[in-house]
Structures are given as C-alpha cells and as structure tokens.
C-alpha cells in the first residue's frame, strides 16, 4: 500500500470495489439458485425465506461465535434489517402478484439512483458530479439488460409497490452505511437478519393460518433452499456491509447495477436461458461505467469533503 494518502484512498476505494463486485455476483448467483429452487419444488415463497434467513443466521452467528464475536453487540442497530431483507422483499412479493416480472426486474435496477437521492436527503452527503454521472449510466446500462424483452401484463398497484421495495432496500443501505462504522460486517450482518428472520416468522405464521405456505417436504429440498440462502444472504450481506466501509453510498450504489449483469450471465450459462445483442449492450455500458467509478481521480475542492467523508475508517469491529 502506497503510504501517500492518496495512494491509501486508491487502494481503498478499489478493495470496496472488489467486496461490492463479490456481493453481486453471489446475489445475482442466489437469485438464480433461488429460481430453480422456485421452480423445481412447490415450496411457498414464504418458507422458502424463512428457511433461507434460517441458515444465514445460524451460519453467520456460527462463524462470528468461531471469531470470538458477539452478535448481541450489534442487536440494537440491526433493526434495519427489517428494511431488508424483510420489508423490502414482502413489497416485492406483493407487487409481483399484479404486475410483471419483466416490470418488477426494471423497476429494481432504479436502486442505484435511489440511494445516492436518499443519501444526500438523510445524510447530507452530496454525491460528486462523477459519482452521479457514472452511477446514472450504469442504471441505464441495467435499465437496458431488464428491459429488453420485458412484456406480460403490468398494474399501477404492482408497480407502485415493487418501487416501495426499492425505496425500503435504499433506505437500508444508506442507514446501514452510517452503523457498520460501528459494528464488525459480520456481527452486524447477523443482527440484521435475526430481525429479518423474526418478520419472515410472524408472516409465515399468518400465511400458515390462512393455508397457503408450503414448507419444504423433505433433507433435499430443506438443503437446497437453506445452500441458496447462503448465497442469497449471508455471503453477500457481509461482503455488502464491508465494502461500505470503503466506499461512499453512492459509489457502492453503482455497483448494484452489475447484479443484472452477472444475473444474466449466470440465467445463460446455469439455466440455459438465451442473451439478447441489446443486452450484452446494457452489460457493456454498466461494466463501462463501473470501471469509471473505480478508476476515479481523487476529489478537489469542494467534492473533496463529502467524498473523503464517505469512506469510513477500517476499524476493528464488535
């Protein structure tokens, strides 16, 4: 490491790159594992959650009790997992039984954009001209990776409630930012998705009195779908919540539009499924404008500050 400061900062900002290029690409991989699983059984979406949060939780508690790190630390500020995962993925839920999931994939790849917005409201941290500049242009490169192809019946009402979905995941994020300075990834991760996992319970419970969760029927599914959880949750959350402590909210937002990318890049390789040429055109904008987000010049003036603000302090944690 390059001991001038701005040498530090480079290197800072690249290793955030790297956690934010692993998160997406396990998110993208979950959300495949999670399709088939989907597909393959008749397990409610519901339980398929809940037994998802099920093995996150204990796997992350399991590995921080290993590290000699106590999760009960970071209970009180993991509330905001009841953002997300748990509010935010109910929407969701919700809005794709009346809208498409051609429209509901376009309206998630608006994330990026959400974030920096709610960041710069809630934590007066305005993003630089560049960050807003590459960040705008890898949504569009997503927006283009979604879209293309997107047909099937949509309603207002759906719509409305999947974009609630994403406010709830922005919002998480950009609260989140503010507590891992405080708190280990992975204790926090933990924490987070113990309040999740409480939420899925209570929805699963009364999903179950109305007769319409369907729990896994056997080892193999319960291993399958508690192996996609892994994927879908503890690995990405942990390597979400560290990269956030190198880089600002809405650098790390931008990378979330490389999830489309290695969506569709696992959707052809794993599930055979065909790529279109306007696609590939959308993932080689995002990767573009992802490289533009890495390869930065270091601030000046008055972007300075609130750049130099965002990366946190890579601290010991719990």
């Not at 839920?93 to 809630?122: C, D, F, M, Q, R």
């Not at 719509?159 to 994403?166: C, H, I, M, P, T």
């Not at 279109?276 to 003036?301: E, N, Y």
């Amino acid at each position: 490491m390059s001991r001038h400061p701005g040498g530090r900062a480079v290197t800072a900002v690249r290793l955030g790159a790297l956690l934010m290029i692993g998160s997406a690409a396990c998110w993208a991989l979950g959300l495949v594992a999670s399709k088939a699983v989907l597909d393959g059984t008749d397990v409610s979406s519901t339980s398929i959650l809940t037994v998802q949060l099920g093995s996150s939780v204990a796997v992350l508690v399991a590995v921080a009790a290993a590290r000699r790190q106590r999760v009960a630390g970071a209970w009180r500020d993991g509330w905001t997992g009841v953002l997300e995962p748990g509010i935010a993925y109910h929407l969701s839920l919700a809005g794709l039984a009346t809208t498409s999931a051609a429209n509901a994939t376009v309206i998630a790849s608006l994330e990026p954009v959400v974030i920096p917005a709610l960041a710069w409201w809630l934590l007066r941290t305005r993003p630089t001209r560049l960050q807003w500049s590459m960040t705008s242009l890898a949504t569009v490169g997503a927006l283009v990776v979604a879209w293309d192809g997107a047909g099937g019946e949509s309603s207002v009402v759906g719509d409305v409630l999947v974009f609630a979905s994403v406010v709830a995941a922005a919002l998480y994020v950009v609260l989140s930012h503010r507590q891992v300075e405080h708190h280990d990834p992975l204790t926090l991760a933990a924490a987070q998705q113990g309040w999740a996992l409480g939420l899925c319970l209570v929805v699963a419970v009364v999903a179950d009195a109305g007769g319409v969760t369907a729990w896994p029927s056997g080892a193999a599914e319960t291993l399958a779908i508690a192996g996609s959880g892994l994927l879908n949750y503890a690995v990405p959350f942990v390597l979400y919540l560290a990269a956030l402590r190198y880089l600002p909210v809405a650098s790390a937002a931008g990378y979330l539009s490389s999830i489309p990318v290695f969506g569709l890049a696992a959707s052809a390789a794993l599930l055979g499924e065909s790529v279109s040429v306007v696609q590939v055109v959308g993932a080689v904008v995002v990767v573009l404008a992802l490289v533009g987000l890495t390869r930065r010049p270091a601030p000046t003036g008055a972007d300075a500050a609130p750049e130099q603000a965002g990366v946190a302090a890579v601290a010991p944690g719990d």
